[in-house]
Nanobody
Framework: QVQLTESGGGSVQSGGSLRLSCVAS????????MAWFRQAPGKEREGVAA???????SYADSMKRRFTISQGSAKNIAYLQINGAEPEDTAVYYC???????????????????WGQGTQVAVSS
């Protein structure tokens, strides 16, 4: 089982930036894809972006302009850069890892076997 630990959340004013990190650990770390989801109060969890072991990335259409997903050289760390934060970005952000799912289905929470505890992002206007 892969353990995922998120960090980097916090409070930021509208227009500001944040960088979230997710570290995958466990022996062995077996995954083919890592993704970021978010869940705002009263809303369903939604996919933000995903990256596979080859560095291929995919984003939700509404996230392409201000979000960037990347990974560390060891590929056990995934980052989410948020630029130009907006109050609508306020949510708990979760990291997820999939071992077997097809990358084209990255936006489906059912594809992921491991989830982090989440990190809160609050954007004030």
């Amino acid at each position: 089982q892969v353990q995922l630990t998120e960090s980097g959340g916090g409070s930021v004013q509208s227009g500001g930036s944040l960088r979230l990190s997710c570290v995958a650990s466990g022996a062995p770390v077996s995954k083919n894809c890592m993704a970021w989801f978010r869940q705002a109060p009263g809303k369903e969890r939604e996919g933000v972006a995903a990256i596979d072991n080859d560095g291929r990335t995919s984003y939700a259409d509404s996230m392409k302009r201000r979000f960037t997903i990347s990974q560390g050289s060891a590929k056990n760390i995934a980052y989410l850069q948020i630029n130009g934060a907006e109050p609508e970005d306020t949510a708990v952000y979760y990291c997820a890892a999939s071992q077997y799912g097809p990358f084209g289905a990255w936006h489906s929470p059912d594809m992921y076997t491991d989830w982090g505890q989440g990190t809160q992002v609050a954007v004030s206007s």
